[in-house]
């Protein structure tokens, strides 16, 4: 199963509170997860990206939580600001380069 | 600002015409990826070239082909366009393979 499964579709969040944005696989050959934050008229921008070997990189206010056994990971954004508001889409890759995405997460994040 | 650069921005045709996007990836990477973003479905991984070889194929519609050149940029040619061609088209670089992929600006094709 090629697909990655993301929810929710969009999410609103007040300034300064936390976002979280989950992602869902199910091929086991997957092992590279990267998150990325794309502004309207803009390509994606690679924000951070975990390998299985760890459960959680955090940088800065950004955190990828990753649980291997349930095949799931998740993308956590601390203090939430404004300018955060973006569309966030979670990937997945395995032994071929291509890049594997979720459907995407609109953020909004009001002060 | 990635370092990767597509041309042009914006390309508005008609059905049944050919279009070629441009892209030339950041400095030293030697792998190049497009993808395709539409509304219905999503971002979708085209074709990757390494160093100028095919390294991987996606959902490429046969009237979709590309190639990388010596001096490591790419060209995505599309042709006999329909209607439904009409997206966003992303193209990327990494080093390596298996190295962080960093995407362009896109191409936005609007087929009239």
């Known amino acids: 199963q090629q697909q990655v499964k993301q929810s929710p579709q969009s999410l609103i969040v007040q300034k300064g509170g936390i976002s979280i944005i989950n992602c869902a696989y199910e091929?086991?050959?997957?092992?590279?997860f990267p998150w990325y934050q794309q502004f309207p008229g803009k390509g994606p921008a690679l924000l951070i990206a975990i390998r299985p070997d760890v459960s959680e990189k955090k940088e800065g206010r950004f955190t990828i939580s990753f649980n291997k056994s349930a095949k799931q990971f998740s993308l956590h954004i601390m203090d939430s600001q404004p300018g955060d508001s973006a569309t966030y889409f979670c990937a997945a890759s395995g032994d071929t380069d291509k890049l594997i995405f979720g459907t995407g997460t609109r953020l909004q994040v009001f002060p | 600002d990635s370092g990767v650069t597509q041309t042009p921005k914006h390309l508005i045709t008609a059905t049944g015409q050919r279009v070629t996007l441009r892209c030339s990836p950041r400095s030293g990477d030697l792998s190049v990826y497009w993808y395709q973003q539409s509304l219905d479905q999503g971002l979708q991984f085209l074709i990757q070239y390494y160093n100028g070889e095919e390294r991987a194929k996606g959902n490429i519609l046969e009237r979709f082909s590309a190639q990388q050149f010596p001096d490591l940029h790419s060209e995505l040619n599309l042709s006999s366009l329909e209607l439904g061609d009409s997206a966003l088209y992303f193209c990327?670089?990494?080093?390596?393979?298996?190295?962080?992929?960093?995407f362009g600006d896109g191409t936005r094709l609007s087929i009239l």
């Open positions: 091929n086991t050959a997957f092992d590279y």
């Open positions: 990327a670089s990494s080093r390596d393979p298996h190295q962080p992929q960093h």
